[in-house]
């Protein structure tokens, strides 16, 4: 059964500073994943992604990467700000046949201070 | 304007009621997903449909139900059968059904709407 974990559940940093969210899954057999965002009370925006045959993706100050082998992507974020505090998600899709089913992690809330 | 509405944004029910949750999308997209969302757990799936008058059990469809009469419209009906209905629901679709030979990127990419919060009073 697969299984998407994101690490840390909160995390809270300066304004501009670089940062990297985690998202590992436990069957590399995926057929993409996706990173959202979502801000309270709100509905998901997706952000990036990533087909399985890729290794990265870039919007902006955005750049995801996918690691199969290893069953990790990491979510990076260039010279934060407090705009993008909310939670970020990422959701892994198993294969072609599963009807564009997503499992997704548990989220890791995000808080930039000014 | 494209995109995906549901509507009502908050609903209350009352225990034994059936409540029904709307969906609309104007993407154009064949599937469509209810997610529900509880603090610390994530979002589970419920029901999907990926194509019109044809739909298909989550992980949790216990005490729910759906239909898919149109491509625009996939409503969701929480029954009086399920037993803890109070969280925040979604609604999705997806943009591309054919194979990984389609070209034009992203494809199966899944978009939210801005969800329905469910209070059981």
């Known amino acids: 059964k697969q299984e998407v974990t994101q690490i840390p559940a909160a995390l809270s940093v300066p304004e501009g500073e670089n940062l990297v969210l985690n998202c590992s899954f436990t069957?590399?057999?995926?057929?993409?994943l996706q990173w959202f965002r979502q801000d309270p009370g709100k509905g998901l925006t997706s952000l990036l992604l990533i087909q399985s045959s890729q290794r990265e993706q870039t919007s902006g100050r955005l750049n995801a990467s996918l690691d199969k082998s290893s069953g990790r992507s990491t979510l990076y974020i260039a010279a934060s700000q407090p705009g993008d505090s909310a939670t970020y998600l990422c959701a892994v899709r198993k294969g072609y046949n599963q009807g564009g089913k997503l499992i997704f992690g548990q989220g890791t809330e995000l808080s930039v201070k000014p | 304007d494209g995109g995906i509405t549901q509507s009502p944004k908050y609903l209350f029910r009352k225990e034994g009621q059936n409540v029904t949750l709307s969906c609309e999308q104007n993407l154009n997209h064949d599937a469509m997903y209810w997610y529900r969302q509880d603090p610390g757990q994530g979002l589970r799936l419920i029901y999907y449909?990926?194509?019109?008058?044809?739909?298909q059990k989550g992980d949790i469809a216990e005490g729910y139900s759906v239909s898919r009469e149109k491509k625009e419209s996939f409503p969701l009906t929480v029954t009086s059968a399920q037993k803890n209905p109070t969280a925040f629901y979604l609604c999705?679709?997806?943009?591309?059904?054919?194979?990984?030979?389609?070209?034009?990127?992203?494809?199966?990419?899944?978009?939210f709407g801005p969800g329905t919060r469910l209070t059981v009073l």
């Open positions: 069957d590399s057999a995926i057929y993409n």
């Open positions: 449909s990926q194509i019109v008058n044809d739909f």
């Open positions: 999705a679709s997806r943009t591309g059904t054919g194979g990984a030979g389609l070209a034009g990127p992203p494809y199966n990419e899944q978009f």
